[in-house]
């Protein structure tokens, strides 16, 4: 029996939705935890190594790594973008995301309260440095494949806006809490938590945007890895 490109494509819009749905529930279950107790329910801390959250963000990163890798050494004959640098690129990059997400590397470089982590600014030089360097890789994807790049981009935004744009609140935040509440006041408390909550939130809604992108891609360039005995 053969796999059917019509069927992955399926499988990978339900795919999607089921983490935006997992998402949904891993915010609602850390709020209520933090509501109630004070502290997060530690399989869907956030914060945490090897959370729920942090299993799915590492996975997607390392699986666009993986398909960037395939197809890098597949596509070495191929006139169609993006380009072998461009994946071989981006498998390094997404390799080594994967793994901090999954084992909270960036945390060895967090920052007092109020200033913006370096790790951040990494971050943020390298999502803005990589459309430049590979403009004409984006280009060509834009041209061939715009669906897919749309939601590539649209789930890239939506990560800078979570790690970012929250980020970016967080001190005028701050400074409100400071002057409502007492330290250690639990409102306080619990508001600084949802913020912190809707900022990763909006990361993993992010990173599976662009790893859902990536996906339909990689469904339609499957045929060039799976042997036609294997793929219609």
Known sequence: MKLSTNFLEKSTHLLFIAIIILAITILGVYLTSIYITGSPYTPCDFDGKFSINSLVEGGELLTISLIAFLLFIFYKHSYYPPSRLFLLTTGCVLLYMGADEL???????????????PWKIIYFSILLITPIIFFQDFKALWRYYPRETFLAFLGWGIFLLGGYGAEGFKSILDSWIDRRFQQGEFMGMFIEKSREGIEEFLEMIGESTLFYGVLLFFVKKIPIILPKSVIK
């Open 103 to 117: 084992f909270k590397i960036y945390q060895i470089f967090n920052s007092p309260r109020g200033s913006l982590n």
